[in-house]
């Protein structure tokens, strides 16, 4: 077995992992024993993840970094935020959860990111990028209200902290002064780091008493000498933040800021933060303690392959058992996985931009998860990742179309919520070609509440202008790409996570848009499915048809613009007519044909004569974590979910 980093030592029933009580017990242990812990936890994190998935490398590199947080605060009274929340898990085992840590990102176990509900040391339930930040300033402004003494700390990733929404609290609290910690974990993005002997000097003279103190009394002194005082106290700060620009050119943004700037520290050095945070909070404005960790750290093949690594399905880990637990080898070269649907979504993009230089890619900080990296490797220079900053990815592209470019943006679901306003305010309200490839759109998964893709569709069905469309399959899917390309308004296209499903290749030829496909007729049951959802209902209807039951099926392909003609029809013709979704059921493609019926008849149409039934992510609560087919079976979206409440609806419906 090749060796994977992490050398075990037989400690058996001596597990301090095991036997610790909560992090206050960080306090009475030696070094030598923080060292084994440190151990204990990556092998946990390891052994676990092997089996469950999940954010594996960015966990194993903050694991020094949270003991010396731990150590160092008073943890739950003490309030610790971890931004985006996928670096907690050493976290959640320091603080009583190893229990229960094999259930990680399982239907009813251990969530993947911080949650309230598993513990009180859990301060926000997190998941999107850039938010911590200002999470972490307005409890500490809370505290300040009602003279609370409690520290609060924000761990905080180096791209994380480029996104918008971390660049305006910084600059907040700069200018408030507000006393709380700022931990830049820097594991992947340079910032331009000067590390060495200069730097790690001047960290240590910045934090100490006498320059905090020295500092204040000699602008005081310079300040009061008449005449020329104001004149040589500007001089004297100017010539210091050139000392300080000189020997740490990655503080300088933070200290125009009002921010005091720490680093750069190795945050694989506990006790050299220990240090730091005991300083930083000892200061009575905010710090920001900028550390350099390892993505990985730890296991060989994480560190290896970060990016592989960082997500939260990873590479098949085989696992062997020895007298302290489980241990992680070399990772066994995964099953090759069927494409799925971002995969196709991609490879037409790039297909369409070699004949078409307008087209241009822009991702917002994922362009392996958007499969966008493919366009980037064919057309470099007219790629775009702006990083964690969907705003200004919508909002770009929305210039480059009005520049004459026909961008295409491709952004999970979740995080597309970001941008609401710009794809209002800027693409709609300008009524430009944007191409939005809404990737993971319904169930995700084990990500959990965070990341189910569950609310775009009704937010965009409210918005003028905007075209929304989603396929059947990968050949549609190619086919929708084109469509949109081929036209010039705002246009979405919605396709899940899931595998593809392995339709023969035919010629993506644009579809007409607003017109629907009825792939069976039936006279008592219509089930009408907006998205790959088709598949179960295709499944669903031969059950129905086995006992007896003429059903029809519609594949609707458009929720903006609907087939009005087609389902005010249906609604006239069948007895019951059945949406289906995999999107919260308010406001969404069910909910699109119900007004449409109602508005119909509200004008003097016919009435409607069948039953209607909208089937699809329950509203009123959000979706917990668990693996997808799981989930569905749990909200009623699996094949017999989807033929149960189809039933129920046709036993109760009114006899003649």
Known sequence: MADDGIALRAVGSESLLANLAGPADLKGLSAAQLDQLAEEIRHAMVATTAVTGGHLGPSLGVVELTIALHRVMNSPVDRIVFDTGHQAYPHKLLTGRLARFGSLRQLGGIGGFPRRSESPHDVFDGGHAGTGISIGQGIALARDVRSGDERVAVVVGDAALMSGLSLEALNDIGHRGTRMLIVLNDNEMSISPTVGAISTYLSKVKLSSGWRGSKGAYDRVVGSIPLVGGFALRLSKSLRRSVVSF??????LFEDLGITYVGVLDGHNRAALEEAFEASFAMPGPVIVHVR?????????AEADPVTYHG??????EIETDSYGKRGSDPVPPTPKKANYTSFFAAEVVAAAKDDRRIVAITAGMPTGTGLDTFAAAYPDRFYDVGIAEQHAVAAATGIAMGGGRPVVAIYSTFLQRAWDQIVHDVCQNDQPVLIGVDRAGLVGEDGTSHQGMFTLPAHRQIPRLIIASPADEQQLRALVRTALAQDHP????????AAQGVPPREPVPLPIGRSEVLAEGSDVVIAAFGPIIHRALAVAERLRASGMSVGVVNAIWAKPLDDALFRKLGRSSKLLV??????VSGGFGGA??????????AGGVPVTARLLTVGIPAGSFVDHGSVSDLRTLIGLDDAGIERQIRAAWEARPRS
Do not use: N
């Open 491 to 498: 246009f979405t296209i919605h396709y899940p996570r899931d």
């Open 247 to 252: 020997a740490q050119e990655p503080g300088r």
């Open 593 to 602: 044909v119900l007004e449409s019926l109602a508005a119909d008849e509200a």
């Open 579 to 584: 949406t289906l979704e995999e999107s919260v």
């Open 312 to 317: 939260a399905a990873l590479p098949k880990i």
């Open 293 to 301: 960790t390892q993505k990985g750290r730890g296991y060989r093949p």
